[in-house]
């Protein structure tokens, strides 16, 4: 592990909520400052709201929940993708709205530009499974520009649209010699950690099992 990319433990929360930090909010931050095109921002001074926005398909992922709330920070109107039950959370998040991902595909996408009004600019796939939905989606926006898409998965089934930039996230995350990857993720940190420091970042729900024992990871498994 490059010790670049070492997540310093804000001061407001435990040790083990801490943990859920890592991977997933780093995985948010590549989407959302890489793949979406979004400026890095100081953490001191709020974003000015942005009369624009960003769409997190699978807001209640892990990936997802820091993306909903980091977009959110950066001053997007936020609207996610998730199951009803899920849309309480992503409210609680900070999501200015939330579509079921569960009704049909065309009810999804006129939800879609209805609540945007078609002033959306930037998606965040934050399950892997929406290219062909961003396609058609992206497709209605053809005279929105520019536009931008970025996934967790790959791009090899996304149809190649000249009208919007798309972008994979996945990349060998902390791993040494990756010098671009490392120094973008060590860009990171202050944000991730001064948004939680300001309650504007939750780490991931967590449940803390067993006593330190060697079989606690065994028996967390089997939940
Ligand atoms: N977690 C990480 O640290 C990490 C790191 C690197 C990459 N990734 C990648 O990020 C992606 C998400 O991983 P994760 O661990 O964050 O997932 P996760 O927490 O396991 O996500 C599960 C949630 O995804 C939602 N979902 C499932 N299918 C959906 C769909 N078609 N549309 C919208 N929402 C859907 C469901 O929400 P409802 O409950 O609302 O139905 C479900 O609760 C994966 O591609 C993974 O490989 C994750």
Known sequence: MDAKVT??????????????????????????????????????????????????????????????QILKAAGYKVVATCSTNSF?????????????????????????????????????????????LITVLYDELKDVS????????????????PHFTSHSVLGPIGRPGNDKLNSDLNSFIRIIVKLVETGKLAPSEMLEMGSGNIDDPVEAWKL
């Open 146 to 161: 520019p536009k931008y898409f970025t996934t967790t998965g790959d791009l090899s089934s996304l149809s190649i649209a």
């Open 7 to 68: 997540i310093p433990k804000p001061k407001n929360i435990s040790l083990a909520q801490a943990a859920t930090l890592g991977v997933g909010a780093d995985t948010a931050c590549l989407g959302i400052f890489n793949g979406l095109n979004v400026p890095l921002f100081n953490p001191d001074n709020p974003s000015a709201a942005k009369d624009e926005w960003a769409l997190v398909l699978g807001g209640a992922s892990s990936v997802g929940n820091f993306a909903v």
């Open 88 to 132: 309480q959370l992503l409210k609680a998040l900070g999501a200015d709205a939330s579509v079921d991902y569960k009704k049909s595909q065309p009810e999804v996408i006129s939800e879609l530009l209805s609540i945007t009004n078609r002033n959306l600019t930037r998606a965040y796939d934050a399950v892997a499974m929406n290219n062909e």
